[in-house]
């Protein structure tokens, strides 16, 4: 067992968190409080290979292994859990459910474009009354002579309102139940496919969210990702990998509280001292730093599972679980550590939180990873009607 880093992970780190420091923290307050999805950032993340980074460099990837991948969202996460978001849905979503469900005619027509941020893709399988029960779609996909045709409507989906391709998940047969659904490569500027803004949000206001209604919108067989029957497996795998990168990108806002709470609480004085001098105030430093590390700990183990291409479903709950839970917690406690300033947003611990407020929600809530869990420790599916479990 080895808890070090190899030089070129170092390497891999330093560079993105050089990048998220140059790149991404001068803009975030302005973005943040102008609600400003930044395209240019996302391109320019393209530019440097974080949009496809375990991608084959066949496809315009880096090909890197899952450890270095979630180094890269851990910077890019620690600085802008929005500009994070494109990271973990472009790459784990999109552009890793293409590499490995895909034919070489879908991988060739969008990983290049997908990689270097000339596009960018979003992940439709939520719905308006479809959340946890992911297998329960209302989207149908009905034949047609010479393909489909989809009509439905998606909720929440990250970055519709600038992608060029959406990952649809449709249901073709409502008796088959989630061996009936199919996944679909559908080009947004396809007629019959709108999209809408959700306005309002807590945080991650400079990620884009929007609202998606399919129209009778019409694609051949071959915009099919796998085949029909396989949609489910499709979206249970995307969110193997998105989990990670949500946990990854959550260990980032750990860290930015340690540091945030560490440099505050040396600088601000009170009855005549720093801060840091109080042991209260420490106390809350320690506790950020456990979660931290237990969180980054938890994240390795599914990445380095994920590299030996061994079973990693229930330890990527773990880590999600724990990293998105502690990214709330340790941001409450920042905010704890500076007081007054800590409310407004000269500082970032104010961002930290609402940001972090999404993440035990979003692909998968934490009472959703717990039942993974349970049953994987169990053999007793809890989710299933009492009558069939
Ligand atoms: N990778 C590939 N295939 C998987 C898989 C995975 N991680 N997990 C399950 N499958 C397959 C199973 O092997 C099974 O295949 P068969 O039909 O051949 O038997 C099939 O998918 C159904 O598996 P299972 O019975 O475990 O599915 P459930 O309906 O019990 O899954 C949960 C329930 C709650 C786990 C699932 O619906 C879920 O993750 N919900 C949360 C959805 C979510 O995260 N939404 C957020 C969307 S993105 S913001």
New binding site residues.
Partial sequence: MDFQLSDEQKLISEAAREFADREILPRVRDNDRAARFDRELARKMGEVGYLGAPVAEEYGGRELDHIGYGLIVEQIGRADSSARTVVSVVTS?VGGSIERWGSEEQKMRWLPRLCSGEALGC?G??EPDT?????NLRTRATRTDSGWSISGQKM?ISLANFSEVALIFAQTDPALK??GLACFLVPTESEGFTTQEIHGKLGLRSSDTAEISLDEVEVGDDAMLGAVGDG??V???A??S?RYSVAAGCVGICDGCVDASVAYSKERKQFGVPLARFQLVQEMIADMILKRDASRMLVYRAGVLKDEGKPN?METSVAKLFATESAVECANLAIQVHGGSGYVDDYPVERYLRDARVTTL???TSQ?QK??IGRAATGI?A??PFEES
Avoid: C, P, Q, V
């Avoid at 959340?131 to 297998?135: H, V």
């Fill in positions: 979503l992940f399988l939520t959340g946890s029960d992911a297998a929440w989630h061996r489910f497996k979206a249970m795998s969110l193997d998105g479903t979003y692909e998968g959703i039942l993974i599916n989710m299933l």
